[in-house]
């Protein structure tokens, strides 16, 4: 009763939000619906413009804020998005003011739609866009959530609420390019930039907040860093757990500002754009325009941005041009478009691996790359860093930094490059190299030499013979032909097949592609093995540079081709701290292998489960390795393009470095979701003991991960194995033995007695294992998101304490140890269960 009453309150206050005479609300009810019928020129800044509003939230400040259907330019799409605007007396009305305004969110800007398109909020509490034709574009996917109605708020934020008045989904939490006064930045959220001012598709610039800074990269294979920003931790007791836009600056949030400008009552809005700036913009009050108030602090000087100039663009001094010739050397590239040389250049003969004998480094003189903030740099001197690159078909250039010892950059793409001068870049010792395809040159011609004269008495004969020699090779070339057309025919098959096996070779984003040969002398023959996976083992190898690497060799790819696909175009398009980075690949018709770097502490088993208290890990250690797989498991969630599931979450899965930084690895079980596709039906697969009992239902989620990582979660704080056969028979699987010792409120009983350390944090210990409790329980609706559990790691979100502890489905665990005896056995799509088999439900 009272939450319908809170419900009735809350419309009639949406009613009085708007004038009796306005069309316009800030607050829409279920079963509203809008279509986009906008009309032309109504609503117009300087920028030809169109908009259709559908929520209007004017405010008494400086700014205001509508979202509705809106393009610009030539009108080809119409986004949904949320705009800004100077509120400049707005009247709301059937004709509200609505002037200057500027995207500052949008929904569909890698799908734009048309006019008619729909905008629904159902009956459910699901915000749908729709084609004219009824296609779905996008959704919040939040029917069955409690949602009571739709809103803009002051601050520009759209939000679904229910009837607590309560966010169950906002705009906020999905930013696009752009930043509002009052908005936060989550840490591992990020800004990404629109391809340009007149394409809402997504570019490759993004802006990050990570644990130790802001990041700011574009999405290449791998990243190319431009800017990392630190903080300065000190006087901060944590990470922080978002940075914060507001009119005085960027502030963590602990509330030190980190990026200070002095503007307070002039309308702001933060945005990314597209050559890679970070820009502030003011609305200027006797210009009538936004102005760019506070430039990027990301860098220096202009030149300093990756795509100022476009790929293979030259900047210098605000203009742009393409790499010249040294000397009487030949011209290599040329502008894109002449009219706009800030779109970059092209190759005049593009760069191609099967006539890799012709590559060549063209030495720029007095020219740089942009500032590169790169982890994968190499010790090298000058000669093997230009050798390292011509050898390496993926290489674009040799960046090579002289000093003691000299540094060697290969990046895969190349994006803008600058002219040193003593003004900008004083200090620079570099020298860049850029791989260019030279034509090969054809041979001298043939001398001329002239014919001996005819006698007449012959050239009667000669006629003949030059008819009959015409004839004769007339008809040998057509059969030449039909002998070419049924060897082509014949061999067709077999082609096919060939070209089945060479499937690889189109495989696209990968770093580098290796030669089994040059594997083969990396490992030493394959001769010190590291541990075996679930597709084949593993060894260390040391390339040509000294940099260390895991090879994985396949075991063929018979039956096997999409797991090695999804490996190969999964890891190699995905790049973040605590995920495993493929270095490249190695493809042939008899061997498969994969590169990934090396990490030096070996698997979390190793060290979980020994007894010996010198090697066992403190609590601290535990505790962020614990949160480095979290972190990397809700990237893959959440973060990615399309989601993606692990499937496979085990300590034989979780690598150590140097310093006990954990990375997820082995995505060769993993399937990718599409981000609007909540459920996925597949086979069984992954490894007994850290199974979801969700998978004897056909109905499988991303949650799954969430169960295994509770699993995991548990060996790491009791230090013993799930299924331990060394134990009693009752005490032989761990979820049995922390159902029983919950019951009895004896849970510091499983705190690992390996280390002292453990033992004196036992209580952190036992809040961790009900963290735990969380993700196991066998409702997946119960568990939480692994986005939760990392705010809940970093301090900032409470856990449930309505726990239910009977997680243990026996039903599960007898079914696989029908299957196999042991605890470690990896299971895959060979094993399926009759539920599995029977499909969808």
Not at 760 to 769: A, R, T
């Amino acid at each position: 009763m009272d939450c319908v009453l809170q419900c009735l309150i809350l419309f009639i206050a949406s009613f009085h939000l708007a004038y009796a005479e306005s069309i316009y609300y800030s607050v829409a009810n279920l079963s509203s619906s809008w279509t986009n019928n906008p009309v032309p020129g109504e609503y117009v800044g300087y920028d030809r413009s169109e908009l259709m509003p559908i929520l209007l939230r004017p405010n008494e400040g400086p700014t205001s804020f509508v979202c509705g259907f809106y393009c610009n330019y030539d009108c080809d799409g119409y986004l949904f998005a949320v705009l800004i605007f100077p509120t400049m007396n707005v009247t709301v009305g059937r004709h509200p003011r609505i002037i200057y305004p500027r995207v500052v969110w949008s929904a569909n800007r890698h799908a734009l739609v048309s006019v008619n398109a729909t905008l629904e909020l159902t009956p459910e509490g699901d915000l749908i866009l729709r084609e004219a034709n009824g296609a779905e574009v996008w959704s919040t996917h939040t029917s069955g959530k409690s949602v009571v109605g739709l809103s803009l708020n002051e601050t520009g934020n759209l939000v679904l609420f229910d009837c607590n008045n309560s966010s169950v989904w906002q705009s906020f939490d999905h930013p696009t390019d752009s930043l509002v006064p009052g908005q936060k930045l989550a840490l591992g959220a990020k800004l990404t930039a629109s391809v340009s001012k007149k394409d809402w598709s997504q570019g490759l610039i993004s802006f990050s907040v990570y644990s130790d800074g802001l990041v700011a990269c574009v999405e290449s294979n791998p990243p190319q860093i431009y800017s990392y920003r630190h903080f300065d931790y000190s006087g901060v007791i944590k990470e922080p757990s978002h940075v914060i836009f507001k009119n005085e600056g960027l502030f963590l949030s602990s509330g030190r500002r980190i990026w200070p400008f002095f503007s307070a009552s002039s309308p702001l809005y933060l945005k990314l754009e597209p050559k890679g700036q970070v820009t502030v913009y003011e609305w200027v009050w006797n210009e009538y325009d936004w102005k760019v108030y506070g430039d990027s602090f990301l860098a220096n000087y202009d030149c300093e941005y990756p795509l100022i100039c476009g790929k293979y663009g030259v900047c210098s001094v605000g203009q742009c041009g393409c790499p010249g010739p040294n000397g009487g050397e030949t011209v290599y590239f040329r502008p894109i478009n002449f009219k706009q040389p800030d779109l970059g250049c092209s190759e005049i003969t593009s760069l191609t691996c099967e006539a890799s004998q012709y590559h060549s480094l063209l030495e720029l003189n007095d020219i740089i790359y942009f500032p590169v903030v790169n982890e994968y740099g190499i010790d090298y001197d000058i000669e093997s860093c230009k050798q390292a690159c011509l050898e390496n078909c993926s290489c674009k250039a040799a960046i090579f930094t002289h000093g003691e010892p000299g540094y060697c950059h290969l990046p895969s793409e190349i994006f803008s490059l600058a002219l040193m001068n003593t003004e900008t870049y004083p200090f620079s010792n570099s020298t860049t190299f850029i791989k260019v395809q030279n034509v090969p040159k054809e041979g001298p011609p043939a001398p001329v030499i002239d014919p001996a004269p005819i006698p007449p008495s012959s050239m009667k004969t000669s006629r003949i013979e030059v008819i009959l020699a015409s004839c004769f090779g007339a008809f040998f070339v057509m059969f030449l032909v039909v002998i070419i057309i049924w060897h082509s025919l014949f061999l067709k098959r077999k082609d096919s097949k060939e070209d089945e096996e060479d499937f690889l070779k189109q495989v696209p984003g990968v770093p580098i592609r290796f030669s089994n040969e040059s594997l083969v002398v990396a490992t030493e023959n394959f001769s010190q093995k590291l541990g075996e996976g679930g597709f084949g083992s593993v060894f260390k190898g040391i390339l040509r540079d000294g940099t260390k690497v895991a090879v994985k060799c396949l075991d063929g790819l018979v039956g096997r081709k999409d797991s090695f696909l999804a490996e190969v175009e999964t890891i190699g398009g995905i790049h973040h701290m605590n995920l495993v980075r493929l270095v490249g690949y190695c493809a042939t018709k008899s061997n498969q292998s994969l590169v990934y770097e090396y990490m030096c502490n070996g698997s979390l088993d190793k060290w979980i489960f020994r007894r010996s208290q010198e090697l066992a890990l403190d609590w601290q250690t535990r505790r962020k390795i614990i949160l480095d797989v979290a972190k990397g498991l809700a990237y893959l969630h959440g973060d990615c393009q399309k989601k993606i599931v692990h499937f496979d979450i085990k300590p034989q899965n979780i690598l150590l470095d140097e310093n006990f930084n954990a990375k997820v690895s082995d995505f060769g079980l993993s399937k990718l979701i599409d981000k609007d596709q909540s459920l996925v039906v597949t086979t069984l697969r992954g490894t007994v003991g850290y199974l979801a009992p969700e998978w004897l239902s056909s109905t499988i989620t991303e949650k799954i991960d969430v169960y295994s990582f509770g699993v995991v979660m548990l060996e790491i704080l009791c230090g013993r194995k799930n299924l331990d056969r060394s134990q009693p028979e009752e005490d032989m699987h761990l979820l049995n033995v922390f159902k029983k010792k919950a019951k009895e409120d004896q849970l510091l009983d499983l705190v690992d007695k390996s280390s002292e350390d453990m033992l004196f944090h036992g209580i952190e210990v036992v809040e961790m294992m009900k963290l735990a409790a969380w993700c196991l329980q066998n409702d997946t609706a119960c568990r939480p998101s692994m986005s939760v559990v990392v705010k809940v790691l970093e301090g900032v979100m409470d856990f449930e304490d309505n726990l239910d502890y009977s997680f243990l489905n026996p039903q599960i665990s007898r079914a696989m140890e029908a299957v196999h005896n042991s605890n470690d056995v990896a299971v895959t799509a060979s094993l399926v269960l009759p539920s599995i088999l029977s499909g969808p439900r």
